[in-house]
T-cell receptor
Framework: EAQVTQNPRYLITVTGKKLTVTCSQNMNHEYMSWYRQDPGLGLRQIYYSMNVEVTDKGDVPEGYKVSRKEKRNFPLILESPSPNQTSLYFC?????????????FGDGTRLSIL | EDQVTQSPEALRLQEGESSSLNCSYTVSGLRGLFWYRQDPGKGPEFLFTLYSAGEEKEKERLKATLTKKESFLHITAPKPEDSATYLCAVQASTDYKLSFGAGTTVTVRA
């Protein structure tokens, strides 16, 4: 089954404790992306990657890192999490095509940073 | 900066009562405009891609249309299972970022 898998689904942690949210897709997609979703603000793009070793900033990259060492994986790293990063996070992937291909989303990771 | 504004924020409909959702956008060259549906506790699910003004796409009770400044999602004779948050997103031709609107939450009562 084609899917985007995020782990963990839920995490409660404390300020300053480094954490990684993993994302994996099994569709051989070139494009992968991370979003955060906050009430009233909708989905905002954090980082995206068009292929292995190619990453670019989205609209809200501050406080986050990403890496793309393999095509299927795109982890999101919070090196020193702060309470304002408490949010619902989604990973997505798509084929690149002409750049306007629909994205497939994971089921989300709810992060609470105390 | 690309901007996407959706209205209304919330829409309550009676079953069978047709209505439309609006997505206004500002982008420097449109590569594509997307509509997604999101159910509570789930990731967005793709509905449509529109590429150029005048284009229309249909799927069951949903029809999406596009002009140079906005897109509409028409829901014809909705059913309770159409209740969801509908998201609009645009991708500019200058890069590969995707900008989403805040969404319209539709509730259809039986």
């Amino acid at each position: 089954e084609a899917q985007v898998t995020q782990n963990p689904r839920y995490l409660i942690t404390v300020t300053g404790k480094k954490l990684t949210v993993t994302c994996s897709q099994n569709m051989n997609h070139e494009y992968m992306s991370w979003y955060r979703q906050d009430p009233g603000l909708g989905l905002r793009q954090i980082y995206y990657s068009m292929n292995v070793e190619v990453t670019d900033k989205g609209d809200v990259p501050e406080g986050y890192k990403v890496s793309r060492k393999e095509k299927r994986n795109f982890p999101l790293i919070l090196e020193s999490p702060s309470p304002n990063q408490t949010s619902l996070y989604f990973c997505a992937s798509s084929s690149l095509g002409g750049g306007n291909q629909p994205q497939h989303f994971g089921d989300g990771t709810r992060l609470s940073i105390l | 900066e690309d901007q996407v504004t959706q209205s209304p924020e919330a829409l309550r409909l009676q079953e069978g009562e047709s209505s439309s959702l609006n997505c206004s956008y500002t982008v420097s060259g449109l590569r594509g405009l997307f509509w997604y549906r999101q159910d509570p506790g789930k990731g967005p699910e793709f509905l449509f891609t529109l590429y150029s003004a005048g284009e229309e796409k249909e799927k069951e009770r949903l029809k999406a249309t596009l002009t140079k400044k906005e897109s509409f999602l028409h829901i014809t004779a909705p059913k309770p299972e159409d209740s969801a948050t509908y998201l609009c997103a645009v991708q500019a031709s200058t890069d590969y970022k995707l900008s989403f609107g805040a969404g319209t939450t539709v509730t259809v009562r039986a």
